[in-house]
């Protein structure tokens, strides 16, 4: 086992969501899972301005990091300000409907502006005030 500072380094093409789309002629519908390991606020905040360009709205999973910190909330309120559906997994996997404003963290959300006919027999849905 080695400790300490490595001396490799890398390079990594980084592209924004949009460009990307249009880089490889990728076209609806969307589906994004996404975990950018603590990075959500940078991500949220600008899907936030790009999202309402889009002629539909793709289904997002988003993974929040344990360490996301306050600013997350922000632009996960204003992403989900977009949606029919924000959906949160609970311990179980089970989707309930989720807090708009702030989310938790270590948690999965489910933004989706329509769930398909078949969704419940992949996830369990379930109403707020239902157990």
């Known amino acids: ?9 890398w390079s990594v093409k980084c592209r924004s969501m949009p460009d990307f789309l249009s ?13 950018v390991e603590g990075f959500e606020h940078e991500l949220l905040a600008a899907w ?6 889009l002629a539909a709205l793709p289904t997002i999973f988003l993974s929040v990091h344990p360490r996301a ?5 922000s632009g996960f309120a204003a ?3 977009l949606y029919r559906h924000v959906l949160r997994a609970d ?8 807090a708009r404003r702030h989310p938790c963290a ?5 933004f989706a502006d329509r769930l398909p006919p078949v969704a419940d027999r992949f996830v369990r849905i379930v109403d707020e005030n239902e157990s």
């Not at 086992?1 to 380094?9: D, I, K, L, W």
């Open 1 to 9: 086992m080695v400790e300490g500072r490595s001396n490799f380094s």
């Open 23 to 35: 880089d490889e002629n990728i076209t609806p519908p969307y589906f994004f899972k996404v975990d």
């Open 48 to 53: 936030a301005g790009w999202l309402p360009s």
């Open 69 to 73: 910190d306050a600013a997350v909330g």
């Open 79 to 81: 992403v989900a300000a």
């Open 91 to 98: 311990e179980r996997g089970v989707l309930r409907p989720a």
């Open 106 to 110: 270590p948690c999965d959300y489910l």
